[in-house]
């Protein structure tokens, strides 16, 4: 932790965040609009602030971006 | 786990080498942050294709068609790395589980506002309501994640718990700890700013 600037980041949380049940429950859907470039954020703003908070949740939605962009078509 | 792609290493059926492949592209993506390497790390791949196989045997009633059926498949074994790893955390324990180091956690709290320049003058400060203090399980699981550095996948194994239902301990955790912070002039008040 670096200070309290970094202390207030850590602690604030978004009342959009939807959790993590319904964030993996539309990950696959989520994950192909941004890999389309879709604006996934704005579609499922709730989703966007869990992956943002969540570091396994997020761990997860890197690793499927990048499987989706090393996927042949 | 004793899936058919652990059972003496056959050679898999196509789907299963797709799912296999993924599986070890992604624990060799996340390979530099877990010190797993070698045939330890190929077992977690066999062991995370195989069980994912079986979620997406178990759930393919569930895909509507909303993705590619691969992209879905993809997130099944997403989740299975991730709990295969969780699992993997505890084979070599290092880390206390316990309430024991809060107090470190709790150590930005007892700083005066004045240390750091001060964000609110003393009239604001005010004891922090009931609500403000966090549960014994708050605490646990913030000491556990945030003091003693344990990844939350493997706190969910060492609690029997869920991602989900621990990360809301630690969401209202944080919530919390932040108001009551904030009620004594360390942090800014949003509700105040807002006001």
Known sequence: MNGWPALDRFLRTDPRDVGCAQAMEMLHVYAELV???EPAEERYPGIAAHLHAC?????????????LRDAPG | MT??????????PMQDELLLRIARRELARRGPRLAITGPELDDLAYQ??????LAITGKVRQFRGESRFTTWAYKCVMLEVSAKIGRHFWRHPSVPLGTEQWGAAAGPVRL?????????????????????RAHPRQ??????I????VPLDALVVSLGSSRGAIYKVMFDA??????????????????????
């Open chain 1, 35 to 37: 890999a389309a470039g």
């Open chain 2, 174 to 195: 944080r919530r919390k700890l932040r108001a009551a912070l904030a009620a004594n002039g360390y942090l800014p008040d949003d509700a105040a700013r807002d006001s």
């Open chain 2, 48 to 53: 995370a294709a195989a069980d994912a196989l």
């Open chain 1, 55 to 67: 570091g396994p949740c997020g761990e997860d939605f890197a690793g499927m971006l990048a499987a």
């Open chain 2, 3 to 12: 899936g058919p792609l652990l059972a003496g290493r056959p050679q898999p």
């Open chain 2, 112 to 132: 005066r506002p004045s240390a750091r320049g001060g964000v609110a003058g003393p009239g604001r400060r005010r004891a922090p309501g009931r609500g403000h």
């Open chain 2, 139 to 144: 605490r646990e699981v913030f000491a556990a």
């Open chain 2, 146 to 149: 945030v003091v003693n550095g």
